[in-house]
């Protein structure tokens, strides 16, 4: 069971938007930054978000991060085959001091 | 180019020993908070332990602590996670990744992942 709750599975058309839910509670998404990543088949996770909203230079601005409260929202828009992927949240617990993420969800489009 | 490179997994027997090694290379390794991260699988990721870019702080995964050692030598650019008392369940891919400007705000260097194989 992990920390942060994120939906398993997520689906849209080529061309359409999405969003990711990633739920927490006052000791880590309220107080702290959220990321996400992207995990590829067989590949490393990626950083897509840091610091809630930023994007790393190189991540295009069809991914955006957002938070409110204990939650935080992935959105993709213009979908790509290729965006298929595994996507987690991620965040820092300050009462157990430690990093925690989401299940994760996979995507499909 | 900021690259990191995880090396010494293997496999195991359970109640052996492994010692991991993350070189980095492309920034100023120093400078940073590194983390030890794992995936088991077909599982999702789960955060293994963190150091500070002085070693002013370690922490660790309840499921890890007291038999894993995470350490830095800042003059060779590696982090390095020593396993002790290995457990099956501790069959996973780890990898090392930097934490974005010490904020917290995410790990945006990864390495390509070292396999560990836990089995009798």
């Known amino acids: 069971q992990s920390v942060l709750t994120q939906p398993p599975s997520v689906s849209a058309a080529p061309g359409q938007k999405v969003t990711i839910s990633c739920s927490g509670s006052t000791s880590n998404i309220l107080n702290n930054y959220v990321s996400w990543y992207q995990q590829l088949p067989g590949t490393a996770p990626k950083l897509l978000i840091y610091d809630n909203s930023e994007r790393p230079s190189g991540i295009p601005d069809r991914f955006s991060g957002s938070k409110s409260g204990t939650s935080a929202t992935l959105g993709i828009t213009g979908l790509q085959t290729g965006d298929e992927a595994d996507y987690y949240c991620?965040?820092?617990?300050?009462?157990?001091?430690?990093?925690?993420f989401g299940g994760g969800t996979k995507l499909t489009v | 180019e900021e690259q990191l490179v995880e090396s010494g997994g293997g496999l195991v027997k359970p109640g052996g020993s492994l010692r991991l090694s993350c070189e980095a290379s492309g920034f100023t390794f120093s400078g940073y908070s590194m983390n030890w991260v794992r995936q088991a699988p077909g599982t999702g990721l789960e955060w293994v332990s963190s150091?500070?870019?002085?070693?002013?702080?370690?922490y660790y995964a309840d499921s890890v602590k007291g038999r894993f050692t995470i350490s830095r030598d800042n003059a060779k650019n590696s982090l390095f996670l020593q396993m002790d008392s290995l457990r099956v369940e501790d069959t996973a891919v780890y990898y090392c990744?930097?934490?974005?400007?010490?904020?917290?705000?995410?790990?945006?260097?990864w390495g390509q992942g070292t396999t560990v194989t836990v089995s009798s």
């Open positions: 990744a930097r934490d974005v400007s010490g904020s917290l705000g995410g790990l945006d260097v």
């Open positions: 991620g965040t820092w617990d300050s009462v157990l001091s430690v990093w925690v």
């Open positions: 150091i500070g870019s002085t070693s002013s702080y370690r």
